[in-house]
């Protein structure tokens, strides 16, 4: 019996020890790759422009994989100009390994860029919700997970599925900040009700939207098209004439990735 009992003791001695030799190990990798992020990142690639420069830039990512190729945030750092300069495929390989390293903080990313970039739609849904299994319902880039779900239903035409994700969203946004809902959420929630001929309801939406973003060019266009479906016209001709003047002084989506791609729905105006 005493045996046992010593040899109890010294398995949980090991079993601490252990523990405590995994977190000093986890603390000494991230002080290194904090370092090497600081050596190839800062002090190297962003000293060039990757518009112009990339191939200094990539160079410089490469030699800090060289050291450490676990460094999920040089992947990352690989793959976003790609996106920007519209190359998704070579991106992709890059980004994927970023999951690969650190999925917790990059598998929103990769999904994000899916949805708003490449524009796989269907990728995008899947990632997302292995995301939300995974992480929960979080933030990328200022929306929910579920938002850019609903966004990828939207593109499929699955119009009910997204109706209910912007709704889920908007009451969230409206329990828990009140007086933030996001007008880019309330556009696309009038969205899915427009594609559903809902016109009513949708106006509702666009005019909730336009109260928090008073020259919402993409809103007035699309109520001025539920107007004249509601056989409104006299208040289609100014309406339309609003968000093309809003428009020409750039009012329109806000979101900071506009500046890269047209988001859905977004009113490209010819002249």
Known sequence: MKQLFISIICLLIIQVTFGQNKVIDQE?????????????????????????????????????????????????????????????????????????????????YRAFIKCIFAKTYKEAIIDFEDCKKKFGNNYVMDHTYNFYIGLSYLQLNEY????????????????????????????????????????VEAIIEFDKALKKYPNFSDAKYYKAICLARLEKQEKVSMLYKEAKEDAE???????????????????RWVN
């Open 28 to 108: 000494l990798i991230k002080k290194n790759q904090n370092a090497i992020i600081e050596e190839f990142v800062t002090n190297c690639a962003e000293k060039y422009n990757y518009n112009y420069q990339m191939a200094e830039w990539q160079n410089c990512l490469d030699e800090g994989l060289k050291k450490d190729s676990t460094v999920a945030y040089l992947w990352q750092q690989k793959s976003m100009p790609y996106f920007k300069a519209k190359k998704y495929e070579i991106g992709m390989k890059y980004i994927d390994k970023a999951v690969k390293y650190d999925p917790e903080r990059w598998q929103s």
């Open 160 to 199: 009910s599925k997204a109706e209910m994700l912007f709704n889920e969203y908007i009451e969230d946004l409206f329990k828990n900040r009140q007086g933030l809902e996001h007008p880019t959420a309330l556009f696309y929630y009038g969205i899915s009700k427009y594609e559903q001929k809902k016109w």
């Open 249 to 267: 002084k750039g009012f329109t989506i806000n979101e900071d990735n506009t500046a890269y791609e047209t988001y859905p729905y977004q009113k």
